[in-house]
Each structure stands twice: as C-alpha cells, then as structure tokens.
C-alpha cells in the first residue's frame, strides 16, 4: 500500500505533516479529513508517474495564456450545468498544446483514481500556481468551482495585465540604451584607432581629452576578446546564481531598496498580495493557509519570504495587520485598510481596494518614470558621443590651424 505525506490544519490551528498509508489519494485524504484535519496538499512518496515525470520536464513550458483559456471554457461548460470531470474530459481533448494536454491527461488519471482535482494539479509540482490549486480546494469544499475558477481567472488576467504594461513601457528605454552602447562601442574599437593613425603621422600634440579617449579606445581594442570572454563567462555565473533561491532573494532585495524603482516593484509585490490573498479568502480559503499561499504569489522572493515569516503569527492569535508591520514592507495605508477589514468583517473588500489603488498608482508612477528615463537616457547618450566626436575634431582644428600658420 502506497504512502502519502499529507500537509493538513487542524482545529488548534497547527499545521503539519502526516504520513498516511492508503490505497490511493483520496482515501488518504478522506483520512486526514475524518480525523478533523484540513488538508491543503497530497503528495505520494515514492516516485511519480510517467506522465508527471514528462510534464516536470517540461516545467514552465506551459503558455499562461492556454492555461487561462482552458479554465476560461472550463467556467463555460460548468456555467451550462455539465459535472466537472465531464467538462475536463471535452476540454481535454480539443486541447492544441502537445504539453499542456500531457500535464492535463495526468490530472485527469489521477482524477480518475480517486484524487480530487485540487489534489491533481498539485502533484504537478510548480508548472501551475499554488494559488490556483488552493483555490480549487477551496471551490470543491463549498460546491462552488465555477464562481473560484472565475474569481482566479479575474486575479490572473489583472496581473498579467499590469505585468505587460511594466515591460512595455521599459521597452522603448532599454532600446535606446542597447543602440547607445553598441554605436558608442563601433566608435571606440574602429573609428577612434584609425585616427589615432591619422595624427600619429601628423606628430602633433594632442589636447588631453583626445589622449584619453584614445588610451580608452586602444585599451578595448587590444583586449576586446579578453573583455568579451570575461562578460560572457561573468554573465553566465551571474545568471547561474540568480537563478537559485539564494541569488534570486538577494537581487529582489537589492531592487527594493533602489530609489523610484523599488517603490513601484514594492508597490507591484504588495498589490499582487493584497489581491491574491482577497481571492483565495472570497473562495472560502481559511486566513491562515490562504496568507500562506498568497505569499507564495508574489514575485518578489524578498517581500515573499518576509510574508511568509507573518504565518506563525497569526496562527498563534496575532492581528494580520500589526503581523504584516512588523516586515516593514507594507506602506500605512495598506496596513491601516486591512485594519480597517480585519474590524468590519470586510477584509476581501479593503484588500481587493487595496490592490486596485497600488495597480493605478503604479501605473502613474511608471508614465513619471519613463518620461524622465526617456530624456536622461538621451542627454547621457549624447554627452557621451559628443565627448568622443569632440576628441577627434580637436587635434583636427588644431593641425588646420598649425597648416593655416
């Protein structure tokens, strides 16, 4: 008989993992639940199907965007009255994704072996998000997957929303920047060098902005593959070590602190909180496990760990609130809203406020950044090149007028 690790609540409000020996997914569920517990996770020890192993291997492949219109025709088909497993069993198969239909087909043998379907998409490990697994287990407790799947599905697509407008207002300034370097980078390594040919035949005296541009550019030129071969194996370890959890916290705390910046990524982490824990709790999700699961929500793992740390607090009797001060992420009005909700009874609503306050504000504070980034960048740009020019028209005026005499 297969052993499964359990992590369920119970009604002291702890948290724990259990061991359970069952024939399948469900009856080690049914056990845990028999026994008072809230189970938040399944997980099978001992290996994963095949399907499981393939889907992991191709973990984070999965388009969001087919993820979203697979759940917005799941909510369709519920909505006209078909069961749930029905509905996936048609979605299933008028999936086009190769991968998103291998990770779906072993959701759905697992389904078929007695699993909930919470508990199916959390064995797929990270390729979906905790916060959508949480929130169908939420929907199946109450009896309402559709009205969960509709309100995950709002949550999603706002972020995905504020997401793109970040990266496409940082476009226009990130081109500019690459054409800069690589127009400054022709000047230095072939255009400088030649000229400085050209006045090593006149021997003339050059003035000293023209030494040092030349210094720089002859500097380059003679160890471009040394600085070249530096930046590439620099970049990969960096790369390398930005992509552990150790590298990736340290960046995100770094990217907090910077002025202007970190205002808007610390504006971003805490809208993407604020809204994801106001869904989970609107789908019936406990405070604790759903705080727990919204931490896991947000992007930054700096602001995310220090989330997390608030768990043990509330769980022991602590206001959310004063429990969320304590990090000294969260901005007064933040806290003094939840406050507020924690209060009235309505802390879905404050937070839901919450995020749709930071999600105008951060836009506002992007069109501010970007119309002062736009210019700065060009004014910089253009000293820089004008800098070079004026190294080279320099000696030039100076033998004309040395020919002139």
């Known amino acids: ?23 399948d997914a ?38 969001m965007r087919d993820f979203l219109l697979f759940n917005q025709e799941m909510i369709a088909l519920l909505k006209a009255g078909l069961p749930v497993v029905h509905s996936f069993e048609i979605l299933l198969e008028r999936q086009e994704s190769p991968t998103l239909r291998r990770v779906l087909t072993d959701v759905r043998d697992r389904v078929n072996s007695g699993a909930s379907l919470s508990d199916a998409f959390a064995a797929q490990g990270d390729i979906f998000p905790r916060l959508y697994w949480t929130s169908l287990k939420a929907g199946e407790k109450s009896g309402e997957i559709e ?47 030649r000229f400085s040919e050209f006045f090593g035949d006149f021997g003339a005296e050059l003035p000293l902005l023209t030494q040092i541009v030349i210094g720089i550019a002859t500097f380059l030129r003679r160890n471009v593959l040394f600085i070249g071969g530096g930046l590439v194996v620099g970049g990969f370890f960096l790369f390398r070590w930005l992509k552990s959890a150790t590298g990736r916290e340290t960046r995100d705390a770094v990217l907090i602190r910077i002025p202007v910046v970190g205002g808007i990524m610390r504006r971003f982490a805490i809208s993407q909180f604020t809204r994801s824990l106001a869904t989970l709790l609107g789908g019936g999700t406990p405070l604790v496990p759903a705080l727990e699961n ?26 959310l609130w004063r429990s969320l001060e304590a990090t000294g992420i969260f901005t007064n009005l933040t806290l003094e809203m939840i406050k507020v909700g924690e209060e009235s009874g309505a802390l879905e609503e404050m937070l839901s406020s919450v995020s749709d306050f930071y999600d105008e504000e951060i836009d506002m504070l992007l069109a501010r950044v970007i119309s002062f980034v736009e210019p700065a960048i060009l004014v910089g740009m253009g000293l820089i090149i004008m800098t070079i020019l004026l190294s080279v028209y320099l000696p030039i005026f100076r033998i004309m007028s040395q020919i002139k005499g």
């Not at 297969?2 to 359970?20: H, L, M, N, T």
């Not at 517990?37 to 492949?61: D, I, M, N, W």
């Not at 919204?294 to 602590?318: K, L, T």
């Open 26 to 63: 469900g009856a080690a569920r049914t056990e845990i639940e028999r026994r008072g517990g809230h189970v938040f996770e399944v997980r099978r020890q001992g290996g994963l199907s095949l399907a499981s192993r393939t889907a992991r291997k191709s973990r984070g492949r999965v388009k």
């Open 294 to 319: 919204s931490s896991d929500a947000i992007g930054n793992r700096f602001v995310s760990r220090r989330v997390r740390d608030v768990v043990g607090r509330v769980r022991e009797g602590g206001e």
């Open 1 to 23: 008989m297969p052993q499964f690790s359990i992590k369920a609540g119970w009604p002291d409000g702890s948290v724990a993992d259990e061991a359970v020996l069952a024939a």
């Open 147 to 193: 009205t969960v799947l509709r309100r995950y599905l709002k949550y999603q697509k706002t972020v995905m929303n504020l997401a793109r407008k970040v990266v496409s207002t940082l476009v226009y300034p990130a081109i500019l920047i690459v054409l800069s370097v690589v127009l400054i980078g022709i000047l230095m390594t072939f255009v400088i060098p």
